[in-house]
């Protein structure tokens, strides 16, 4: 059954250039939106540019520009980044049109005539680079959390929105719908800052302080505060009030934002469509954010951002998108680098699809002329044809829940079974006698339907890569539910002699750098070593024991909880673990531990986890992962525990 969906992002600031951290919202949202669109649903994405407000008009006097040149560049720049990441959104609505100014001067007009709005002088704590004034709660050590800058000492004369009448009803709202607001852990974070008087909202901004912005319509002396401004363009983008988008999207509207703009969305922007006479948005999606490499969000206000054009040129869009969608828990921090998106393309995509892929493609040229041939599947093909039907139930219900890593993963898993299927049946073998030519054709049937399956549930995340697979397999794309039967790969089709590469091996530049200095031939090192090229050697490089922050930032350590434990038989120092990572599943451990800890010691406790270790095959049981533990010099060891309960999952830095 096809439903309706409508996506969005949040509109970016345009007193910053694109950086991963605003790629991420924009892509989680773009895999979401495709995912609709591949079930068939009604789909509609929106994302755009937040143009308004004092920070962007300090930032436009700061480099001499005209404001509105000045943003018309940066909008173009947003507008550049989508296109370059194959964003696929059917609107992008900058806060500076028409068609969004005159929506928000009547939704103003309307709250003030109703006498929602009233004139006071407040006196409080701003943040510019948050654009509201900070609660007492909110400062920390005297500074703004999320910008780490003192706040200034405001006084002015402004308009108000009765905010805080609202707190029942959306106490009660958020209580009783339990996907408004997820992860859950926003939800209660909301609850918890809904427990208190949420004030009422300064809306607006005296003209001789900020004079960019959208002037009320009953006082040309004062602006539209920018948030009150900017959130309306979920519904202005729609036509609202009457607009037809409008009545055929609103009530399957999911927006997707960041954490740091959890209070005005969760809060400001409820209590407005409230008064507005508006009904509800469905949910709020809330990421978590994408850390630099100093261990910082990452933000231009910080200097540690990551431009996603480079990655994206360097490495192709669907690299980048995928990465950040299998390898960021969705709701959680996480650090990025490009060393991991290297890690993440090689290990699936370039070693796991991109070789079963060419092996498949190798095999049917030389021994099938290219023709896809009719399989004949018996028993032992059953369970690879299962796994892949089953595929799609697992996928829809895991995005569904906003699971995307955990989704990937299954896919991958299923591509992992098929080189294992690959490899145990062993076609080269079979295709050296006439009488294994029918198996042959089975096995390399089965592999090719399976890549058709899989290419069509990792389209959202890899739109280009996905059709260049299809079309160097013969292969048609299809929509979610032809992945639910086995068989639809054209029997008889050809298959191109000539294909790109679809995933070449990734390089990092330093590495390229290396095997480029291992390629001198001897005796010539010391005239042609590229040294003059390349950078100084700071000292630290050459100190072998010394790793950088990179480095360690690939080692995943989690916290987990100990499920169940028992001893490995025939072993002393062996323990088996089943261990949760709370969202992201259980996974079985083997740790030699079992000297200094009985199992029954164990259940329930928490430890500490390296989660991304390669599997490794312990006494027949393939083990996920190592636990920490701390080791004496008699031998004893002790585990790495962490002081408070945290949650299972939880990420270690
Ligand atoms: N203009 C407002 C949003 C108005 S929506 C009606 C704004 N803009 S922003 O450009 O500062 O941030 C936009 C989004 O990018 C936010 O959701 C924010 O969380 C996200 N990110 C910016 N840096 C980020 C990371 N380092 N990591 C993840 N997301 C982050 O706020």
């Known amino acids: ?28 949202a773009d895999v979401q939106a495709r995912y609709h669109r591949l079930a068939g649903d009604d789909t509609y994405l929106l994302t755009g540019t937040d143009e308004h407000g004092e920070k962007i008009f300090t930032a436009a006097a700061e480099v001499g520009q005209q404001t509105q040149a000045f943003v018309d560049g940066v909008a173009s720049r947003f507008v550049s980044a989508w296109e370059a990441l194959r964003i696929s959104n059917d609107d992008f609505l900058r806060t500076t049109q028409a068609r969004h100014i005159s929506v928000v001067t009547d939704v103003l007009q309307k709250i003030y005539d109703q006498g929602d709005i009233y004139f006071d ?20 050590d005297g500074k703004c959390p999320d910008h780490k800058t003192v706040p200034e000492k405001r006084k002015e004369g402004n308009y108000f929105f009765r905010m805080d009448k609202h707190r029942q009803w959306l106490t009660d709202h958020i209580r009783a719908t339990p996907d408004f607001i997820r992860p859950e852990r926003y939800a209660n974070e909301v609850l918890s800052i809904l427990s208190e008087s949420i004030g009422d909202l300064s809306m607006s901004r005296p003209r001789t302080r900020v004079p960019w912005g959208i002037p009320l319509p009953w006082d040309n002396d004062h602006v539209t505060y920018v948030w009150f401004d900017a959130l309306l363009n979920y519904v202005s983008a729609l036509g609202y009030p009457d607009g037809e988008l409008f009545s055929r999207y609103w009530s399957y509207s999911r927006h997707f934002i960041g954490k740091d703009i959890l209070k005005t969305h969760a809060i400001f922007w409820p209590t407005m469509l409230h008064a507005m006479g508006a009904p509800l948005y469905a949910g709020l999606n809330v990421g978590g954010f994408l850390m630099g490499d100093d261990g910082q969000k990452m933000s231009k206000t910080l200097g540690n951002v990551v431009d996603p054009f480079e990655l994206a040129s360097k490495y192709s869009a669907d690299a980048v998108r995928y990465y950040l969608v299998k390898d960021v828990p969705y709701g959680q921090d996480s650090a990025i680098s490009e060393a991991a998106l290297v890690d993440r393309y090689n290990a699936d995509l370039a070693n796991d699809l991109g070789n079963l892929a060419s092996r498949a493609r190798a095999l049917l040229l ?27 139930a697992k996928v829809r219900e895991l995005i569904g829940s906003l699971k995307y890593h955990a989704a990937f993963e299954e896919v991958m898993q299923f591509v992992r079974q098929m080189n294992r299927y690959f490899n145990d049946e062993q076609p080269w073998v079979l295709a050296k006698s006439e009488e294994g030519k029918p198996r042959l054709g089975t096995v390399l049937y089965n592999c090719v339907e399976g890549m058709r399956i ?23 794309g299809g929509d979610l539910a032809s992945t639910e039967s086995w068989g639809l790969a054209p029997v008889g089709a050809v298959i191109p002699t000539e294909a790109a ?19 001198v031939e001897p005796g010539k090192e010391e005239a042609e070593k590229p040294q003059a090229k390349s950078k100084p050697v700071k000292d630290g490089a050459k100190d072998e024991a010394s790793i950088t922050i990179d480095d360690f930032m690939r080692v995943e350590l989690r916290v987990a909880q100990v499920v169940a434990c028992e001893t490995v038989a025939k072993t002393d120092k062996l323990l088996k673990l089943d261990l949760s990572l709370g969202d992201l599943g259980e996974r079985t451990v083997v740790s030699g531990i079992a000297g200094s800890y009985a199992p029954e010691d164990l259940v329930g406790r928490r430890v500490i986890v390296v989660a991304n270790l390669k599997p490794a095959k312990l006494r027949g049981i393939v083990s996920q992962g190592m636990i920490l533990a701390a080791e004496d010099e008699d031998g004893s060891l002790a585990l790495v525990q962490p002081d408070k309960e945290l949650a299972a999952g939880a990420l270690v830095r």
């Open 121 to 140: 002088e407040y006196e409080g704590q701003y943040c510019v680079g948050c654009e509201r004034f900070l609660t007492d709660r909110e400062i920390t």
């Open 366 to 392: 030389r021994h099938l002329e290219g023709r896809l041939p009719a399989p004949e599947q018996s028993e032992t093909d059953q369970v690879l044809i299962a796994t892949g039907t089953g595929l799609a």
């Open 454 to 476: 899989v290419s069509i549930l990792l389209e959202p995340a890899l739109p280009d890569k996905a059709v260049q697979l299809r079309e160097s397999l013969a292969l048609l």
């Open 501 to 519: 590469q679809l995933f070449p091996k990734a390089e990092l530049p330093e590495k390229v750098e290396a095997v480029e200095a291992k390629k």
């Open 1 to 28: 059954m096809s439903r309706t969906a409508y996506v969005t992002t949040p509109l970016y600031y345009v007193n910053a250039q694109p950086h991963m951290g605003h790629a991420y919202t924009t892509v989680v």
